[in-house]
């Protein structure tokens, strides 16, 4: 009898695991193109689907990923996205795309996608690439970082959720694609939300996390914290 519970709750358990899952669900069609329909109070799990029999190649294409970002800013680097947002195709399909620009020494600064794991492939120049570990189980151990220098045609992987930086220590320009594991990867940039949240993180919190003078998260949350991608 014991062994018999045991095993419905294991059914039950395992028939429940899907809706506990993180990541993009699978698609449920051969494809469903993204309309805008902010006016509807239907809520679905990524966007409204477009009649079928309306779809164009057009929605599964997007030119001008040929031409450098703008990389004028105070990190030196900018993102260029290709998700659902740009490419109505994505809807469902659980994958997208960005092209990264780097001026010299310019700096995709630590961030997180907490939807996806990026696959990064590099076109030009030298980039210092890095991921930290979430907290290990145990307390006395640090959060471990994995680095590497990558040229021209090596690949890196950042796996889903973790901090990473890419970082070009070279004298010319660098260009990097990407692919991410998700139609809507998402982007915490760590400086930014931490110190240029609106309306500011009160500094109470900030001067014990960061074990600083108030001054110094003073000083953090009046810079222009400004999104790259
Ligand atoms: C790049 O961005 C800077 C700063 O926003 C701006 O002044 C400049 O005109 C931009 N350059 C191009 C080519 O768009």
Known sequence: MKIIFGFLATILIVSLAPFSYASDPSPLQDFCVAVSDSASAVFVN???????????????????????????????SRVTPVNVNQLPGLNTLGISAVRIDYAPYGLNPPHTHPRATEILVVLEGTLYVGFVTSNPANP??????????????????FPEGLIHFQFNVGKTNAVAFAGLS?????????????????????????????????????YLQAQFWSNIG
Do not use: R
């Open 46 to 76: 990524g966007k409204f689907c477009k009649n079928p029999n309306m779809v164009v190649a057009d929605d599964f294409f997007l030119p001008g990923l040929n031409k450098p970002g703008n990389t004028s800013n105070a990190v030196g």
């Open 140 to 157: 006395a151990m640090k959060n471990k970082l994995f680095t590497k220098y990558l040229n021209p045609g090596d690949v890196f992987v």
């Open 182 to 218: 998700s139609q809507n990867p998402g982007v915490i940039t760590i400086a930014n939300a931490v110190f240029g949240s609106d309306p500011p993180i009160n500094p109470v919190v900030l001067t014990k996390a960061f074990q600083v003078e108030k001054n110094v998260i003073d």
